[in-house]
Structure formats: C-alpha cells, structure tokens
C-alpha cells in the first residue's frame, strides 16, 4: 500500500518562505517519478513541479519558476518543495503524487495536501 504525506505548510506573508515534505511509505521511492500540484478554492487543481525518479530532470510550472525549488532524496523516501517568495496567488492546498516510472504520465497516488496560506 502506497501512503503518501504531506507537511510543512502553514501560514506567510509575502516574500515569506516554506519548505513542504512528502513523506513515502510503502514504495521504492526510485521507481517513482514525484510531482507536486496545488488547488486553490473556486479553481481546478494545477500542476507545479514534479522531478524524474533519480532526480535527473525537474520541470516547473511558468507561475513558480525561480522561486520553487523540488527535490528528493531516495534514501529517505521524501520529496520536498522549498517555495521562496511567496506571493498571495500561492494560497492553496498543496498535494504531492506519485507516478510508476513505466507509467508516467499517470499519478496513480496522492497525499491529503497541507495548506498553504500567504497574506498580503
């Protein structure tokens, strides 16, 4: 079974910081490309990061490049997005997922999220 944990939001204003982990349980984390997508209320949910397997190639949404920053580490089976300069349009509810490495394009599981709150 495939748990998938989210932590590390909470409240900032802006220009603050954060750094999200997505803690893996009952996986390999190698096997799996991570992503980790938002979904503010009113909107549908979006894409924001996500890095391949062994941490190779990563790829940003155009909203979040040069401010986020997604990494991993295999050993611990957690993923982490470090968001820097936070803007008001952030506010949302933060989810990572999982995709088999021969099933790519498909997250297969996703984690509860952990909000995200960034003030004016």
């Known amino acids: 079974q495939v748990v998938l944990v989210e932590s590390g939001g909470g409240s900032v204003q802006a220009g603050g910081s954060l750094r999200l982990s997505c803690a893996a349980s009952?996986?390999?984390?190698?096997?799996?490309?991570m992503g980790w997508f938002r979904q503010a209320p009113g909107k549908e949910r979006e894409f924001v990061a996500r890095?391949?397997?062994?941490?190779?190639?990563?790829n940003y949404a155009d909203s979040v490049k040069g401010r986020f920053t997604i990494s991993r580490d295999n050993v611990k089976n957690t993923v982490y997005l470090q968001m820097d300069s936070l803007k008001p349009d952030d506010t949302a509810v933060y989810l990572c997922?999982?995709?088999?490495?021969?099933?790519?394009?498909?997250?297969?599981?996703w984690g509860q999220g952990t909000q995200v709150t960034v003030s004016s």
């Open positions: 890095i391949t397997r062994y941490g190779i190639s990563v």
């Open positions: 009952g996986l390999t984390l190698s096997n799996y490309h």
């Open positions: 997922a999982a995709a088999y490495y021969a099933r790519a394009e498909q997250y297969t599981t």
